[in-house]
């Protein structure tokens, strides 16, 4: 009961705080007629009222658009695993023994949810990475088909994404453990095994659960708008801003699940094959996770 208090507790700050704008801005006569129209027309119409004319300056999504945002993409492809591999070479990877008591952690169901997840992710993250790298690729058919499939990728990641978020809820509220967790960041930066607070997931899975969820909605939205929806030009570019940004913060925390999952604990991939972990690394690694 107390960690579900807890829980509710944090999460009704980001609540009110949303309410609140909304409630100031409908105090304001701001969100008349919005309700008024299509979905590009509504959230047009709410970008003026978080934004003011801030969407009217393309000079902006040009200078963003044609010089940083591929820069800034590439810094994060560079600087993440750089700073993976160091992390690798210098502490190294958390061993477990795999050949004592295993513990059921993952069931078939959230193992297959996960799979279709992580491929449909996966071709998102990288066709994105094309699209924004798509005049060095050359353009062309192969730029042109990286667009379609993230298309159809987004289509497919909607489904697992909303089945992960109802699986997955419970668990992925925040807790007061999760601070501690993230003062020593769960014991990665030691070589020593020492139990750190965390349930069934820390709370670096939980970050990069809410960006994706919450983060992907909102990338899924844009995108939709994006794509040719009946947005008006200055829409589109603003859409188009907040698309990408998102997708930087999407792309480093793939970077780091990935490194996570794969580098740094050895054989963790064989428990989203086989649905067990090591009792040693839950023990370590999931100190306060209950299980049978």
């Known amino acids: 009961m107390q960690r579900l208090v807890h829980s509710v507790f944090l999460l009704t700050l980001f609540l009110v705080a949303g309410i609140a704008t ?16 299509s979905s590009a027309d509504y959230f047009h119409n709410l970008i003026g009222v978080v934004t003011g004319n801030w969407q009217e300056y393309g000079q902006l999504f040009t200078f963003l658009q044609g010089e940083w945002f591929w820069k800034i993409f590439l810094a994060i492809i560079t600087v993440v695993p750089t700073v993976f591999f160091l992390h690798y070479m210098i502490i ?42 798509g005049s ?31 699986m997955w809820l419970k668990d992925m509220l925040p807790q007061l453990h999760d601070i501690k967790w993230m003062f020593i960041l ?33 990338m899924a939205f844009t995108g939709y708008i ?22 930087m913060g999407i792309v480093a925390f793939y970077l780091t699940h990935v490194y996570m999952s794969v580098f740094a604990i050895a054989g963790s991939l ?23």
């Open 136 to 166: 060095f690729l050359g353009g062309g058919s192969l730029i042109r088909l990286a667009r379609y499939t993230h298309l159809v990728s987004a289509i497919v990641f909607a489904l697992p994404c909303v089945m992960m978020f109802m």
């Open 186 to 218: 769960g014991g990665y930066l030691s070589k020593k095994k020492v139990p750190v607070p965390a349930a069934k997931f820390n709370a670096g899975q939980k970050m990069y659960f809410w960006f994706a969820i919450f983060g992907g909605g909102v």
């Open 270 to 292: 064989e428990s989203i094959k086989t649905g067990y972990k090591p009792k040693e690394e839950v023990d370590i690694l999931h100190s306060l996770h209950k299980y049978e």
């Open 22 to 37: 909304v409630a100031s801005a409908q105090e304001g006569g701001a969100l008349a007629g919005v309700a008024a129209g």
């Open 92 to 133: 190294g990877a958390k061993h477990f023994d795999h050949d004592g008591p295993q513990i059921y952690f993952f069931s078939l169901y959230a193992r297959i949810v996960h799979f279709v997840a992580a491929i449909s992710f996966s071709l998102l993250v990288v066709t994105g990475l094309m699209i924004i790298f």
């Open 226 to 247: 994006i794509w040719g929806m009946g947005a008006d030009i200055e829409t589109v570019r603003l859409l188009t801003i907040i698309h990408n940004v998102l997708g």
